[in-house]
């Protein structure tokens, strides 16, 4: 794989040859205006409902390994 | 009317044949049902057993394939990923309840490219689409579920996702009409994220008319997207016979551009029923869009490494336990994601990473400005820009699968109208044969105009369909 990512990162390096000092980037297409909804409680997914996809729900949280292996 | 008959019909006549009871939804319905469970092309992930009954709407009783990237509620959604396997969303994407509440219901779940990444559906998990018109060949992608569920007569449309062609080039290699709207007019709320600032949803269907009247239910500000704007005035169905007075630009640097021979005949034939129909073809350079691929896969990696780091094997999907937590983390992933979203996500946070941030990421959105400005200066005088859709027809499977630049490479087309965030349109133009011999295959012609310019793209191509008149079918 790595010789495939530098063959694309070396296509990609033909935008190292232009001007583009003065353009400004666009991150966004859409002309967006902040809109803030009224704060308002609304209800949400109850946790049980929530829990049924994951892999090890356990006391109504989601369940992992612990971050450091056991000793 | 005979099972054959019903099949036949566009989705705009079936509705309303529906709608003034002339056939039964019912019927309808179970037809398609039968049909999509004849699938020999692995072009669904998932089907339907019972319809909606509903019968009301503009889109009353109409079944729709649904690329496996739209959560649907209590349905299998895998975005083709193993990661995802089994997983049921809480909830579906505002999409498809949109083409619900215009009556419409879901037929099937279509196959895709692993995470819409890919351009030959040969990226998914769960094997490769095959082409209705040679079944040795890629029906395209990252939609070639859709497109082939369509086009082999296992659905009467469907939608899919574009972030970079991915309705319009399968949509070409199929020989149906594929449209990418506006980034904006459809809601992405429930549409599993690739790249955010270019995913947008769209219609595969047979005809123009019937993409018109899709995109009509489809489009809509939502509250859950903040950059869903809809279109303004709505979507109605075209009826231009003429291009009189439009001006068409070819963009300047095509004749130089690596098109096979048949394409580049049938897009020229195409170029000569626009000006028969009225319209005027002139040359418009756009210096920039051959870096559209090189700003792409930069832009949309990135993007993509964010948007994935979501599966991790904690809240939804795939777990594979291994010692602790990072250790599960990393064999999740290292399991769950195949080679080319992996190859996605390591370009993407390589050109995000702190040295190469600015040469890689900054470089890339400063091309996009210039792609867009590009676009915006010809569409100063001209109302269109015509490209061939995809520089080939339909490849062979596997032929492209060791070389992924080579496969990037076929969305050359397609991507600097995704950069630039405007609609365009993928109509079938003729037949050519592939370059090395061997039957004729469907040629996408593709029409993009400016932003929100749907409608009156949408008139265009109709009139350039009706011009065309391709009737040719897979297997006949």
């Known amino acids: 794989m790595a010789g495939e990512l530098s063959g694309i990162l070396e296509h990609v390096d033909r935008i190292a040859a232009l001007d583009l000092d003065d353009v400004p980037p666009t991150s966004h297409v859409v002309a967006l205006e902040n809109a803030l909804r009224a704060d308002e409680p609304r209800p949400s997914w109850p946790?049980?409902?929530v829990l049924e996809s994951a892999p090890d729900p356990a006391d109504g949280a989601f369940r992992v390994p612990s971050p450091q292996a056991e000793a | 009317m005979s099972t054959s008959e019903l099949l036949e019909l566009?989705?705009?006549?079936?509705?309303?044949?529906i709608a003034a009871g002339e056939i039964?939804?019912?019927?309808?319905?179970?037809?398609?049902?039968?049909?999509?469970?004849?699938?020999?092309?692995?072009?669904?992930l998932w089907r339907a057993e019972d319809d909606t009954g509903e019968t009301e709407g503009p889109l009353g009783g109409i079944p729709v394939a649904v690329k496996d990237i739209f959560c649907t509620e209590g349905v299998p959604?895998?975005?083709?990923?193993?990661?995802?396997?089994?997983?049921e969303p809480l909830y579906t994407a505002t999409a498809v309840r949109r083409l619900a509440g215009a009556g419409a219901e879901i037929l099937g779940k279509t196959n895709m490219d692993e995470f819409a990444m890919g351009s030959s559906n040969e990226n998914s998990a769960f094997g490769p689409v095959l082409n209705p018109w040679d079944r040795e060949r890629v029906p395209g992608g990252s939609s070639g579920g859709s497109a082939a569920a369509v086009a082999g007569g296992l659905a009467p449309c469907a939608i899919g996702t574009d972030t970079g062609g991915s309705i319009r080039q399968p949509a070409a290699l199929c020989g149906i009409v594929g449209l990418k709207p506006t980034y904006g007019a459809i809601s992405r709320y429930g549409m599993i994220a690739f790249a955010s600032s270019l995913d947008q949803c769209g219609p595969l269907t047979r005809d123009v008319t019937d993409a018109a009247l899709l995109l009509s239910a489809l489009q809509g500000r939502d509250p859950c997207d903040s950059t869903s704007v809809g279109i303004e005035g709505g979507v109605e169905a075209p009826r231009r016979e003429d291009l009189a007075g439009l001006r068409f630009a070819v963009p300047s640097e095509l004749a130089r551009d690596q098109i096979d021979p048949g394409v580049r005949a049938v897009f020229e034939g195409t170029l000569e029923r626009i000006e028969?129909?009225?319209g005027e073809v002139a040359e418009a350079p756009l210096?920039?869009?051959?870096?559209g691929i090189s700003a792409y896969y930069v832009i949309a990696p990135a993007e993509a490494s964010s948007n994935l780091a979501r599966y991790d094997g904690v809240r939804y999907g795939l777990r594979e336990d291994a010692g602790d937590l990072v250790e599960m983390y990393?064999?999740?992933?290292?399991?769950?994601?195949?080679?080319?979203?992996?190859?996605?996500?390591?370009?993407?946070?390589?050109?995000?990473?702190?040295?190469?941030?600015?040469?890689y990421y900054g470089r890339a959105q400063r091309v996009r400005t210039k792609i867009a400005t590009d676009f915006a200066a010809a569409f100063a005088d001209f109302d269109f820009v015509v490209t061939p859709t995809s520089p080939s027809v339909a490849f062979r499977l596997g032929e492209k699968t060791d070389d992924p630049l080579a496969m990037y490479l076929n969305d050359f087309f397609t991507v600097p109208m995704s950069l630039a965030g405007i609609p365009a349109i993928s109509?079938?133009?003729?037949?050519?044969?592939p370059e090395g011999g061997g039957a004729q295959l469907p040629v996408g012609f593709q029409i993009a105009a400016p932003a929100f310019a749907e409608q009156s793209l949408l008139e265009a191509a109709y009139a350039l369909e009706r011009e065309i008149g391709f009737d040719a079918r897979p297997g006949g």
């Open chain 2, 77 to 87: 959604t895998t975005a083709a990923s193993r990661i995802l396997e089994g997983y």
């Open chain 2, 276 to 278: 028969r129909l009225g």
């Open chain 2, 427 to 433: 109509i079938p133009a003729g037949l050519a044969a």
């Open chain 2, 24 to 44: 039964s939804a019912g019927e309808y319905s179970e037809a398609w049902r039968g049909a999509a469970a004849g699938d020999e092309l692995n072009a669904y």
């Open chain 2, 330 to 359: 990393e064999t999740t992933r290292a399991e769950g994601f195949g080679d080319e979203v992996k190859r996605r996500i390591m370009l993407g946070t390589y050109a995000l990473s702190s040295g190469y941030y600015e040469a």
């Open chain 1, 47 to 49: 946790v049980q409902r």
């Open chain 2, 287 to 291: 210096p920039h869009a051959e870096h």
């Open chain 2, 10 to 17: 566009s989705v705009a006549r079936a509705a309303q044949r």
